[in-house]
Each structure stands twice: as structure tokens, then as C-alpha cells.
């Protein structure tokens, strides 16, 4: 295959990725099927398989497109000085792009079908770097005395099976047996408790 004819290619699997992520957030994940996202963009479903070889394949690519644009605010959280305030943005990071991405998060955190063929890849280093970036900050903010040191994956984990569990809770649309939900006021009050029970208190002289 030429030069021009790989960058053909590309540029159409591009297209069918973007179509098919756009089709996820009008009709949701599990109704985007394969011929639907052919029509989209213009192609029988039997030509559609010439670029992706099963919706697995789809899902793992916008997966890690997904995980490309969280690392990049992951970055731009990590520019802080303050370590408190580092800490929080990249909560806040992590909140935001959720509520903001929700096809994105189920599929990098909640879908089963993507890890199917992570595993056939093996372990994209896009998955790995997000994570050590987030452990780095929970070892960054031991060192500086801002959290009570333990080990940190045990810290980050934590971290972040809370935060998972209500981003998962809100965008399947679990709080509504509370009335409509807010999102703000849930960002705000779930960084609020976990920062607070995180932080080593401050101690005095008597």
C-alpha cells in the first residue's frame, strides 16, 4: 500500500470514528450498530469491515482517543504549584471530563467490549500514563505532608473508585430518585468530602 492510499485509509477511518462517536452520544452505545454507523458515513456495512474488522475494534480506538484527551487535562491540572490545589484540579479533572464525555467514560472506565481487545494489543500506554500521572500526585502530596502517607496505589485506587462510582451513578441516571440532579453541587460536594478526609490535618504549636 502507497503512502497516499495509507493516508486515504486513515483519513477514512478517522471519519468512521468520528461518526460513530457522534452517532453514540444521539442514540447511545449499545444502539449504534455497525450498519448504522455505515450509513453515517456513507459506506455498506460490508465495506465498513475493510477499515474495522468488528465494533470491538471501534470501541477500543475511541477508547483511546479518549484516554489522549483526559491525559491532556490531566496535564493541564498538574500545572498548579500548590500541591493542594493540584490535588483538587485533578479531581476536578477527572469529574469534569466524565460529565463532559460520558460516551467517552463508559468506554474507557465502564464497558466491558473494549478490554477484549485491549488484551489482544496488550495494555495501551495511554491507559498506563493517566494512571502513574494520578499515583505521581498522590506520592507528590505524601512528600509535601498534605496526605497521611500510605501506599499510593492503595490511595489512588481509592481516589478514584470513588470518584468512578459517582460519575457511573449520575450518567446511568441513578440519582434520579432524588429529583433532577445537580451536577455542579455533586462535584462540589464529592470533592469536598473526599479532600476532607484525605488531608492529614494541619497541626498547631501549643
Not at 486515504?8 to 452505545?29: M, P, Y
Not at 497521611?148 to 492503595?154: A, C, H, K, S
Not at 462535584?187 to 498547631?204: D, G, H, W, Y
Amino acid at each position: 500500500m502507497t503512502t497516499r492510499q495509507e493516508r486515504l485509509r486513515q483519513n477514512s477511518r478517522d471519519e468512521i470514528l468520528e461518526a460513530a462517536k457522534q452517532l453514540f452520544g444521539e442514540v447511545g452505545i449499545e444502539r449504534a450498530t455497525m450498519r448504522k454507523i455505515a450509513d453515517r458515513v456513507g459506506l455498506s456495512a460490508a465495506a465498513l469491515y475493510r477499515y474495522f474488522s468488528n465494533q470491538n475494534e471501534i470501541y477500543f480506538h475511541l477508547r483511546q482517543q479518549g484516554f489522549d484527551l483526559f491525559f491532556e487535562k490531566q496535564q493541564q491540572a498538574q500545572q498548579h504549584a500548590n500541591f493542594e490545589d493540584r490535588i483538587q484540579a485533578q479531581m476536578r479533572t477527572y469529574l469534569d471530563f466524565a460529565f463532559e464525555n460520558p460516551e467517552l467514560y463508559e468506554l474507557m472506565f465502564i464497558m466491558r467490549a473494549p478490554m477484549d481487545e485491549v488484551r489482544e494489543q496488550g495494555w495501551a500506554e495511554r491507559t498506563k500514563r493517566s494512571y502513574e500521572l494520578a499515583r505521581s500526585t498522590m506520592i507528590q502530596c505524601m512528600d509535601a505532608g498534605l496526605l497521611v502517607r500510605n501506599d499510593p496505589d492503595v490511595v489512588a485506587m481509592g481516589i478514584w473508585s470513588f470518584l468512578h462510582g459517582i460519575v457511573s451513578l449520575h450518567i446511568r441516571d441513578r440519582f434520579v430518585m432524588h429529583g433532577k440532579p445537580d451536577k455542579e453541587k455533586i462535584i462540589q460536594t464529592a470533592m469536598s468530602f473526599l479532600f476532607t478526609n484525605l488531608v492529614r490535618p494541619v497541626e498547631t504549636e501549643n
